[in-house]
Nanobody, 115 residues
Framework: QVQLVESGGGLVQPGGSLTLSCAAS????????MGWYRQAPGKERELVAS???????RYSDSVKGRSLIYRDGAKNTVWLQMSSLSPEDTALYYC?????????WGQGTQVTVSS
C-alpha cells in the first residue's frame, strides 16, 4: 500500500513563503505522476502543481511564477515551494501520486495565510 506523508504546512503571513514536502513509501519514479492539490473550504479540490516521471512540470495559473515543484529520488520526496502567499492560498494541501491510473493521496497539510 502506497503511503504519502505531507508536512510543512502552518500559519504564514501574507507575502511569506513556505515549502511543503511529500514523502512516499516507495520509489517516486514508480509513479506516472506526482502532484500537489489543494482544497479550500467550500471549494473543489484543485491541482496546484505536478511533475511526471519524465520531469514534465505543470503549474496552475494561480501559482505559476511563484511556485516550484521538485523532487529527490534518493529521498523519495517531492516538494512544493510557494512564495508571495496570500489569503487565497489558504487551503488543505494534498500530495497525490498516480500509478497505473490509480491515485493515492496523503492526509493533507493545512496552510493558512493570515496576518
Amino acid at each position: 500500500q502506497v503511503q504519502l506523508v505531507e508536512s510543512g504546512g502552518g500559519l504564514v503571513q501574507p507575502g511569506g513563503s513556505l515549502t511543503l514536502s511529500c514523502a512516499a513509501s516507495e520509489n517516486i519514479f514508480n509513479f506516472n505522476i506526482m502532484g500537489w492539490y489543494r482544497q479550500a473550504p467550500g471549494k473543489e479540490r484543485e491541482l496546484v502543481a505536478s511533475i511526471n516521471v519524465g520531469g514534465t512540470i505543470r503549474y496552475s495559473d494561480s501559482v505559476k511564477g511563484r511556485s516550484l515543484i521538485y523532487r529527490d529520488g534518493a529521498k523519495n520526496t517531492v516538494w512544493l515551494q510557494m512564495s508571495s502567499l496570500s489569503p487565497e492560498d489558504t487551503a488543505l494541501y494534498y500530495c497525490d501520486a498516480q500509478i497505473l491510473r490509480v491515485n493515492y493521496w496523503g492526509q493533507g497539510t493545512q496552510v493558512t495565510v493570515s496576518s
